[in-house]
């Protein structure tokens, strides 16, 4: 409609009550809520009232931005200009006076505000209904801004259905992969992948499963290195003995030669009466997952070298040859060709690691399987066909960079699933940091906290930020951070960022 059809019609309007609007507004088969300047509610109509189940003398004369302080209403009309300037070719001088209207209904221009384009979707808590509509600011006759209207409907079923719809597609998506991978063992068919390069990863691990050659599996901490050491013992010969698992970065440098190889009776002050059988003796006949192997020793490293080449071991404080029948596993987020060029991890090991290499993509490059990853977590911890995410919940999952990757998605699964007060996850079931309004929340709050809590959330913050900065190098997180080995594995474990 031009601007001059507009005017002619607000003449027609000028001449009929408040009570004839009013009557338009209260027929519409849209919810309608009006506010003033202040955020006050000042009008809402009868749809709003008896679909949306409101009582609207609980609504009148309150705060919007206490009932619903992340409403687009408030932010469309936060953000809109204080006065409405015609623009070019709108037909009318820019000092041409608008005439004023009962409710201002030539204010009906829509003001541009980031993210609040027209039939905008927006979740509305305070009637916990999924939403679609316009708001936008409205104008008196001096095009002084005076409040905002908002005019929506729940689709709150649509969204459900939807929502189901993308599930099952997930799921159709889901069966098809493993359908193009139903020659993987069986062991190989609880690792939930759909993108392409990580397939490829477990069609070579599912073909090296039945031989004992020595696996290195490289990528970032948390990818699942150990899931996937776990699949290549589970099909292979050895799968009834133990897989036995060693963290070389936890256990201090003086304790890890007797903790591999053992020790006997009276080897140290200390030692424990009648020696100790080390883990590659635990290991016989099995595997050993050498973890983190790239924050051994050098030293460490050249003692696991002869008992990699010559299959025979003596205990610490021993005499005694023990001949070994063990299939190694190793694993590291660190950059082992890099370390051998810089001296830090010997030539050898490498070569006698490095002979099927296996590299396990992050997160980051594989969004493809958030979701897959997200309803499986949620059924692990008790959810239900009908447990579900809110599009917000959704949107910042995806859009997150997992810098702990699977491991700290499923930690904020859990999270989510022990806070959650429904059968729908949303945006506050999420823990603070993955929320864009933590600190937002944590300097308005009225509410005291303690002083732990804080340095609790502070740790973890700087943890994954020196772990974001160094690309998983643990070692040169812990100099940063200035913390000992034992000290930053066990803020991991507690953080859930290993």
């Not at 597609?169 to 193009?180: D, T």
């Not at 992050?362 to 008790?382: C, N, T």
Request: hydrophobic share 35%; with cysteine.
């Amino acid at each position: 409609m031009t601007l001059e059809s507009r005017l002619r019609t607000t003449k027609h309007f000028q001449r009929w009550e408040l009570g004839t609007l009013l009557d338009i507004l209260e027929n519409m088969e849209y919810a309608v809520i009006v506010i003033d300047y202040e955020g006050t509610v000042v009008y809402i109509n009868r749809f709003y009232a008896e679909c949306m189940r409101v009582n609207p003398e609980r609504l009148l004369g309150r705060s919007l931005y206490e009932i619903e302080p992340q409403a687009k209403l408030l932010r469309v009309m936060e953000e809109s200009a204080d006065f409405y300037e015609p623009e070019e070719g709108d037909g009318v001088r820019k000092d041409c006076k608008k005439p004023a209207l009962p409710l201002q209904l030539d204010s009906l221009k829509e003001e541009p505000a980031s993210g609040n384009g027209p039939e905008a979707m927006e979740y509305i808590q305070s009637l916990n209904i999924d939403s679609v509509g316009h708001a936008f600011p409205l104008y008196n006759s001096q095009r002084k801004k005076i409040g905002g209207c908002a005019i929506f409907k729940d689709v709150t079923e649509i969204v459900r259905l939807t929502r189901r719809l993308q599930k099952s597609k997930e799921m159709v998506q889901y069966l098809a992969s493993q359908l193009e991978t139903s020659e993987l063992p069986i062991s190989f068919q609880s690792y939930i992948s759909l993108n392409r390069n990580l397939k490829k990863s477990l069609e070579l691990a599912a073909k090296v499963s039945p031989t004992n050659c020595t696996v290195l599996i490289q990528g970032e901490s948390g990818v699942g290195k150990e899931v996937m050491a776990k699949c290549i013992h589970g099909a292979s010969p050895r799968k009834d003995r133990p897989m036995i698992k060693v963290n070389c970065a936890s256990i201090p440098e003086n304790l890890l030669e007797s903790e591999l190889f053992g020790y006997e009776d009276g080897a140290f002050t200390g030692a424990k009466r009648g020696g100790k059988l080390g883990k590659f003796e635990l290991a016989n006949k099995g595997t050993i997952l050498l973890d983190e192997i790239g924050d051994m020793s050098l030293s460490m490293q050249a003692k696991l070298l002869r008992v990699l080449q010559e299959k025979e071991l003596e205990r610490v404080g021993g005499t005694k040859t023990i001949k070994l029948d063990v299939r190694v596993i190793a694993s590291t987020n660190r950059n082992l060709e890099e370390m051998v060029e810089k001296k830090e991890f010997r030539g050898d090991l490498y070569y006698r690691l490095h002979v099927v290499p296996i590299y396990i993509p992050p997160l980051r490059e594989r969004r493809e399987d958030i979701m897959p990853l997200v309803r499986y977590f949620i059924q692990h911890y008790g959810g239900d066909d009908n447990t579900d995410l809110t599009p917000g919940a959704t949107r910042i999952l995806e859009e997150n960079d997992w810098p702990g990757n699977v491991r700290e998605l499923q930690n904020v699964i859990e999270f989510a699933m022990i806070v959650r007060s429904g059968n729908i996850i949303e945006i506050k079931d999420l823990p603070q940091y993955l929320r864009g309004d933590c600190y937002k929340e944590e300097k308005e709050t009225a509410e005291p906290r303690r002083l732990k809590d804080a340095i609790e959330d502070l740790e973890r913050q700087m943890i994954r930020d020196a772990l974001t900065r160094n690309k998983g190098n643990k070692s040169i997180a812990i100099n940063e951070l200035g913390l000992s080995r034992r000290s930053f594995y066990e803020k991991l474990e507690k953080y859930g960022l290993r």
